[in-house]
């Protein structure tokens, strides 16, 4: 499948390292409301439908808003746009939500939302009935591309996966749910605010030995070797490299989750698996051998870094996709 840089974008420019500057914008997420001087970046996209939302020139097509909420925008020309205005309480809400995870604070209100302290007081935000404990924290970091923090709460210590951007008040949030004893960091290009995490929340970060460089040198735990290794009875750390050399997954196994970084995710266009190849920066081969590694792990969730979570009716049909993948790819 040949991918553009654009189509490519539900799982972005992560592994291409793309040096953009880091935001200035604060203010304007603070208020929610449009920078006072709008130049040609910062304004407002001419694909926006009129009215309250907007999205701004910034965007960098890493599709949290559209996954977020999907009612509002949608990817039009290679970018996210408001493509309806919100209609009830619920998507403004998720609007909202979006407009604080946005990475480069492309999304605006053309006049302050006076519900926005409201909303930032939602995240962590739960994802599922079936998923007790585990949270988006929301707040993306433009230097991980958006990628998509988690954070598990557990009984035995709670685990932030991958970093979101540090914010106080995110931090407070997590601060009331028992803060973090771990943060996994499944690859080198998520790890973000990293730092500012592991001295505000005093967690022991964990990475792959594959995947340490300058920015994750001074990470607590290094994992070596092929694994699996274990946080206590209920994670399981797969090694998947590919991606990376240091790729690792980490299996939730009480609630059959996976959180896979970057090493699968789901194409924005369709329902099947896909590896984003063209973000492979050890190999496609090694990325395939890991896949087929995950078909022994018993899981129906995968909670991707990038892009669309995907839930299977049972680990049958995770693992017909698997095979599906494995069986339909050409390198
Ligand atoms: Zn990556």
Redesign the pocket.
Known sequence: MALSLRAAAS?PA??LGLPRGRRTASVVRATASPPPALNKRNSPRPQNVSGEFFVDERCIDCATCRWMAPEVFKRVDGMSAVAAQPSSDETRTKALQALLSCPTASIHTDKPAKDILQVQKTFPLAIDDDLPGVYLCGYHSES??G?TPYLIVHPEGNILVDSPRYTPRLADRIEKLGGARYMFL?????VADHRKWAKELKCERIIHSGDVMDITADVERKLTGNGPWNIGTDFELIHTPG??EG?VCLLYKPLKVLFT??HVAKSEESDDLNLFRM?S?QSVTLQLDSMRKLLDADFVWYLP??GYRIRYEDVQAKDSAIESLLANYTI
């Open positions: 799982l992560p592994s991980s591309f990628a499944t690859h080198i290009d998520d991606h990376t790729s970084g970057d973000y920066r870094g990038h």
